[in-house]
């Protein structure tokens, strides 16, 4: 069954800090990856996304993520930390068809001072 | 603009009673969809509508009836609330056909006493 892992439950990192998400997906082939964010009582906002070619990717708010193929991960990583970083975050991935979503549980970052 | 926009974005309501939920997207896509998540932000898919007919419909139970009268528009009507219910519900969208990503609405959060 297709399934998308995210180890961390909840993330603390202080400001500045460098931030790595884990995400693992399993499937029988290589789907669409996806990272959103969702601030406080917001709906959930696209960070970036990867299709095929490089797979190294950057997204918005300095976010980026890379896929790794051997590892079936999507990491999503920032150099440094900002406050208003702090939000839960969902790794999703797409069969396809680009009509099948399925997202991992989350993880949650708390920024400290 | 607002290309995902749901209504109320928040509803109160006693065990019991009947409400619904409104979705409409003004971003020209063929997919809507309904997601649930709970206290722990664990995203549930729903339902989903391709170009009003249904294609997705997960293990919901059947006080849940979505309804699609045209492809911008997909609500949401639930029967006899339970306790259990009470939930943040997201609308989204997305284009199939290629690898689009979804796009949120703000969320409904309801509250059933």
């Known amino acids: 069954a297709q399934s998308v892992t995210q180890p961390d439950i909840h993330i603390t990192v202080s400001e500045g800090a460098s931030l790595e998400l884990r995400c693992n997906y399993s499937?029988?082939?290589?789907?669409?990856l996806f990272w959103y964010v969702q601030s406080p009582g917001q709906g959930l906002q696209l960070l970036l996304k990867?299709?095929?070619?490089?797979?190294l990717v950057q997204g918005i708010k300095g976010f980026e993520a890379e896929f790794k193929r051997s590892q079936s991960s999507f990491n999503l990583r920032k150099p440094s930390v900002h406050w208003s970083d702090a939000a839960e975050y969902f790794c999703?991935?797409?069969?396809?068809?680009?009509?099948?979503?399925?997202f991992g549980t989350g993880t949650s970052l708390t920024v400290i001072p | 603009d607002t290309a995902v926009s749901q209504t109320p974005k928040y509803l109160v309501t006693q065990m019991g009673n009947d409400k619904s939920i409104k979705c409409e997207q003004n971003?020209?896509?063929?997919?809507m969809y309904w997601y649930k998540q709970d206290s722990k932000k664990f995203l549930k898919i729903m339902f989903s509508?391709?170009?009003?007919?249904?294609?997705i419909n997960e293990t919901v139970p059947n006080r849940f009836s979505p309804k699609s009268p045209d492809k911008a528009h997909l609500n949401l009507h639930i029967n006899s609330l339970e306790l259990g219910d009470s939930a943040v519900y997201f609308c989204?969208?997305?284009?199939?056909?290629?690898?689009?990503?979804?796009?949120f609405g703000e969320g409904s959060r309801l509250t059933v006493l």
């Open positions: 499937y029988g082939a290589t789907p669409y």
């Open positions: 971003l020209g896509h063929d997919t």
């Open positions: 990867y299709f095929s070619g490089d797979t």
């Open positions: 989204a969208s997305s284009q199939t056909g290629g690898p689009g990503e979804l796009f």
């Open positions: 509508y391709n170009n009003k007919e249904l294609i």
């Open positions: 999703a991935v797409a069969l396809f068809t680009g009509n099948q979503f399925y």
